[in-house]
T-cell receptor
Framework: DTEVTQTPKHLVMGMTNKKSLKCEQH?????MYWYKQKAKKPPELMFV???????INESVPSRFSPECPNSSLLNLHLHALQPEDSALYLC?????????????FGPGTRLTVT | KNQVEQSPQSLIILEGKNCTLQ??????????LRWYKQDTGRGPVSLTI?????NTKSNGRYTATLDADTKQSSLHITASQLSDSASYIC??????????????FGTGTLLAVQP
């Protein structure tokens, strides 16, 4: 199984809502990532979890709150988002931390903030 | 200036034709260079991954080349199909030491294959 799954596929939320994005992998990978991708732009790294601990936060606003409940699950909690946060949010995982390891991407969650 | 630049930005070809996408990078040293295919609204899917010592890697109709001397890579697509329409992203993994190096993404080439 080389699949990273993400739910939901699409999400529309108001600026006062609280929602969560979910990512799951069962490949035994020990590093998991959140990326944000705007249209026609490359993915931008947001967070990296290594062995279930947050290792990189790319100065992401606190309205995005990541959580790694166990080695297979990664959540991204959203609160008080802005319209400019609308984007495709991608989750990825790799066998071990470090950019030399292959990253497997999920299909993404298309987020629209109204 | 981007450390990974791709050309062309977009490309339209007819079904069945071949095409070559280019990637120039300045990242040095690096561990590997990857080509991803990304369908609109979907996550990137890995096509090839090459270490700095490899010159070529194939995956079906996709063949990637790497010239570490000139810091150039190319992705050649043979006998294109309509399903090849996607964005192709060149990604370089720097090797500056440590386990926290970030991938460096190119801006992609948007390929449209027309019938």
């Amino acid at each position: 199984d080389t699949e990273v799954t993400q739910t939901p596929k699409h999400l529309v939320m108001g600026m006062t809502n609280k929602k969560s994005l979910k990512c799951e992998q069962h490949m035994g990978h020990r590093a998991m990532y959140w990326y944000k991708q705007k249209a026609k732009k490359p993915p931008e790294l947001m967070f990296v979890y290594s062995y279930e601990k947050l290792s990189i936060n790319e100065s992401v606003p606190s309205r995005f709150s990541p959580e790694c409940p166990n080695s297979s699950l990664l959540n991204l909690h959203l609160h008080a988002l802005q319209p400019e946060d609308s984007a495709l949010y991608l989750c990825a995982s790799s066998q071990l931390p470090g950019s030399r390891y292959e990253q497997y991407f999920g299909p993404g969650t298309r987020l629209t903030v109204t | 200036k981007n450390q990974v630049e791709q050309s062309p930005q977009s490309l339209i070809i007819l079904e069945g034709k071949n095409c070559t996408l280019q990637c120039n990078y300045t990242v040095s040293p690096f561990s590997n260079l990857r080509w991803y295919k990304q369908d609109t609204g979907r996550g990137p899917v890995s096509l090839t991954i090459m270490t700095f010592s490899e010159n070529t890697k194939s995956n079906g109709r996709y063949t990637a080349t790497l010239d570490a001397d000139t810091k150039q890579s190319s992705l050649h697509i043979t006998a294109s199909q309509l399903s090849d329409s996607a964005s192709y992203i060149c990604v370089v993994s720097p090797n500056y030491g440590g386990a926290t190096n970030k991938l460096i993404f190119g801006t992609g080439t948007l390929l449209a294959v027309q019938p």
